[in-house]
């Protein structure tokens, strides 16, 4: 782990981008998640969850069964030997929101980042997130997480950008054009 955060440098692994299929994610996701995360980097694991321990198995599986009216993810898998889960994204309602709110996570293995998976499963994610009536979408980051920063500010909606406690916050307004984005320094 480098002492200070810097984008991920690891070497990528070519991929037929034709070969990555992204899914709905499924109950028994669990196990192929849990895997995913022992092969990634210290870097990917903090920029994701803003700590250095990765999820436990029973914690994904949390994730892998969101009930419908709580949030919906999905994964992208290569087939290799066997299916690979190679990244996931989903969202989770908050409760109390004037406006139907979502928190987001998204995450692509280190040796598969930077090939456009991110964004399918991005957009994947908010087509779903507005068919379903979320409005806003909230991402949490760290300041230096440049790669996430572009994949959700060229989205192609208004978002705001906050800081506060150190930690980068946008909040996209699902269906809103870009041009009412503001950026706010709390
Ligand atoms: C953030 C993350 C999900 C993006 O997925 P990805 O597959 O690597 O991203 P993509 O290849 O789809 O690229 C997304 C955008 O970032 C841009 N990008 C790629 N590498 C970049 C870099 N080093 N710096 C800045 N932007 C970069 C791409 O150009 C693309 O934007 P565009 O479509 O407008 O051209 C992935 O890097 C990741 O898992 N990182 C670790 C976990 C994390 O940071 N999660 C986000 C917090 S919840």
Same mark, same amino acid.
């Given at each position: 782990?480098?002492?200070?955060?810097?984008?991920? #440098?690891?070497?990528?692994?070519? #991929?037929?981008?034709?070969?990555?299929?992204?899914?709905?994610?499924?109950?028994?996701?669990?196990?192929?998640?849990?895997?995913?995360?022992?092969?990634?980097?210290?870097?990917?694991?903090?920029?994701?969850?803003?700590?250095?321990?990765?999820?436990?198995?029973?914690?994904?599986?949390?994730?892998?069964?969101?009930?419908?009216?709580?949030?919906?993810?999905?994964?992208?898998?290569?087939?290799?030997?066997?299916?690979?889960?190679?990244?996931?994204?989903?969202?989770?309602?908050?409760?109390?929101?004037?406006?139907?709110?979502?928190?987001?996570?998204?995450?692509?293995?280190? #040796?598969?980042?930077?090939?456009?998976?991110?964004?399918?499963?991005?957009?994947?994610?908010?087509?779903?997130?507005?068919?379903?009536?979320?409005?806003?979408?909230?991402?949490?980051?760290?300041?230096?997480?440049?790669?996430?920063?572009?994949?959700?500010?060229?989205?192609?909606?208004?978002?705001?950008?906050?800081?506060?406690?150190?930690?980068?916050?946008?909040?996209?307004?699902?269906?809103?054009?870009?041009?009412?984005?503001?950026?706010?320094?709390?």
């Amino acid at each position: 782990m480098s002492s200070k955060l810097e984008p991920q #440098q690891a070497e990528p692994l070519s #991929q037929d981008k034709s070969a990555v299929t992204v899914r709905p994610i499924q109950a028994d996701d669990a196990g192929l998640l849990y895997a995913m995360h022992q092969r990634l980097s210290l870097d990917s694991i903090y920029y994701r969850y803003l700590q250095y321990r990765p999820p436990t198995l029973a914690e994904l599986e949390q994730v892998c069964q969101l009930a419908p009216e709580r949030g919906a993810g999905f994964v992208a898998t290569v087939q290799q030997d066997d299916e690979r889960v190679v990244g996931v994204a989903y969202y989770v309602r908050e409760p109390q929101e004037q406006a139907p709110t979502a928190e987001l996570g998204i995450l692509v293995e280190d #040796q598969f980042q930077g090939q456009g998976i991110g964004r399918r499963l991005w957009q994947r994610m908010q087509q779903h997130a507005l068919r379903h009536t979320i409005r806003k979408l909230r991402v949490l980051f760290h300041p230096n997480n440049q790669r996430v920063a572009r994949l959700v500010s060229s989205s192609g909606f208004a978002y705001q950008a906050t800081r506060h406690s150190g930690l980068s916050e946008y909040l996209v307004a699902l269906g809103e054009s870009p041009r009412q984005s503001a950026s706010v320094v709390a």
